[in-house]
């Protein structure tokens, strides 16, 4: 198990059993101009120094976040891009009264998809405390992840970056699975054309009339000749060749010299 805190301001460890993708100040900044919503409890404000709740209240303004008060059961649910990451955020690790935290944690990973857990260990003595509890009281690695940090500040940072980057990833998922739709759409027209542009005398030009005003291959199929001529710019005999070749096997199995 690979744990540990490190004294420094550009990374931290990750208690998890994966990984998360994190941003440099200036690569954050840039990034987030979609944002999202911050939603704190207010009992975790009341616990907290007025300057850490104004250093948060500066932090998303500048990064284009709103921040609401409300009474919720995590300590901080962030929306990016449609997707809800939840947060408990310990701000100060009491080596003997640790079972509240442990309780919350247990009780909180039942109704987050995406739940973490971050805690400000700045002495050596809190970062063992942890390591014992979290065996002590039966967590499975990454469930939730544990993001332990050297102080409040790199913690709330390590908080937006997490939940930016989740936001950031469902855009991802949801481009691709549009374009993988758009290309299927696009190779069904070009199958669409291809049948109907088999029929001689048909050209692309009466597909797409055939294909806007009546619809799919087997519509055009069950189509009269008189609703293929109501409903399109097609010629009687062209009409009367898309009827015949579509419906009648021994037509369109035999060979055609156009």
Not at 160 to 186: C, D, M, N, T, W
Request: aromatic share 12%; hydrophobic share 40%; with cysteine.
């Amino acid at each position: 198990m690979d744990i540990s805190l490190r004294d420094s301001t550009t990374s931290h460890s990750t208690f998890s059993g994966s990984n998360v993708s994190s941003l440099t100040e200036n690569n954050f900044i840039a990034a987030a101009v979609t944002a999202g919503v911050c939603l704190m409890r207010n009992a975790w404000k009341e616990d907290q120094h007025p300057s850490f709740i104004n250093f948060i209240s500066t932090f998303l303004s500048a990064n284009s976040f709103r921040l609401n008060f409300v009474p919720i059961a995590p300590d901080f649910i962030f929306n990016c891009g449609g997707l809800s990451v939840a947060f408990i955020f310990v701000t100060n690790w009491d080596c003997n009264n640790v079972a509240p935290i442990f309780n919350r944690v247990k009780k909180l990973k039942m109704q987050f998809a995406r739940f973490y857990v971050v805690i400000t260990l700045p002495a050596k003595e809190q970062f063992d405390s942890l390591i014992q509890s979290y065996f002590k009281f039966g967590m499975v690695i990454g469930k939730p992840t544990f993001v332990p940090v050297q102080d409040s500040e790199m913690g709330f940072e390590k908080m937006v970056k997490i939940a930016h980057s989740s936001g950031v990833y469902k855009q991802e998922r949801i481009g691709e699975k549009l374009k993988a739709e758009r290309k299927q759409l696009v190779q069904g027209m070009n199958f669409y054309l291809k049948v109907l542009t088999s029929i001689p005398g048909i050209d692309n030009h009466d597909a797409n009339s055939l294909s806007q005003a009546i619809g799919s291959v087997q519509a055009i199929a069950k189509a009269s000749k008189e609703q293929i001529l109501e409903n399109t710019d097609l010629s009687t005999d062209k009409a009367e060749m898309v009827s015949r070749f579509l419906r009648d096997p021994k037509f369109y199995l035999c060979p055609k010299i156009n």
